[in-house]
């Protein structure tokens, strides 16, 4: 039985419940599909790029779809009925793929390219003003004031 037991850390913590659900289904899902392959880099502090190799899918062939903390990429082959020749060997998979990501809160899709077989899609943080530390002037007479350098939600 390889499951970890979070309820010690439930007791103490509050509001890391999706946390605790995310880090379960990545535990449950670690040995699953590994096709098509990919690569996820951070870029700069609040920038990523994720990179899939889609070797013979055309732009139309895939769907990019994010929602809230979730990206999703699927690949569809269309029939190629009019094909009639027959294969001896086939080494290049033609099989569609859906691949998930969960995304941090206040990371969205900035742009999405399509080149040489990889699909490239960059991702930015944007934490909204109301979310940033700011300092708090004590007395209340003074404005707030944004932190700079400040520990971000991540």
């Given at each position: 039985m390889n499951r970890f037991d979070f309820t010690p850390l439930s007791r103490s913590t509050v509001g890391f419940d999706?946390?605790?659900?995310?880090?379960e289904n990545a535990h449950r899902t670690g040995g699953g599909d590994n096709y098509p392959p990919f690569n996820i880099e951070r870029k700069?502090?609040?920038s990523y790029r994720i990179t899939l190799a889609v070797a013979g899918f055309r732009q139309a062939d895939i769907e990019?779809?994010?929602?809230?903390?979730?990206?999703v990429v699927q690949g569809r082959k269309p029939d190629e009925?009019?094909?009639?020749?027959q294969f001896l060997h086939v080494g290049i998979a033609q099989r569609g793929f859906e691949r998930r990501f969960e995304?941090?809160?206040?990371?969205?899709?900035?742009?999405?390219?399509l080149?040489?077989?990889?699909l490239v899609i960059d991702l930015i943080r944007e934490v909204p003003e109301a979310m940033k530390p700011?300092?708090?002037a004590i007395g209340g007479a003074q404005p707030l004031t944004v932190v700079e350098?400040?520990?971000q939600a991540a």
């Open positions: 999706r946390l605790f659900t995310l880090l700069a502090e609040d990019i779809t994010a929602q809230q903390n979730l990206l009925a009019e094909n009639a020749s995304l941090a809160d206040f990371v969205r899709v900035e742009k999405a390219a080149e040489d077989g990889l700011r300092k708090i350098g400040g520990s």
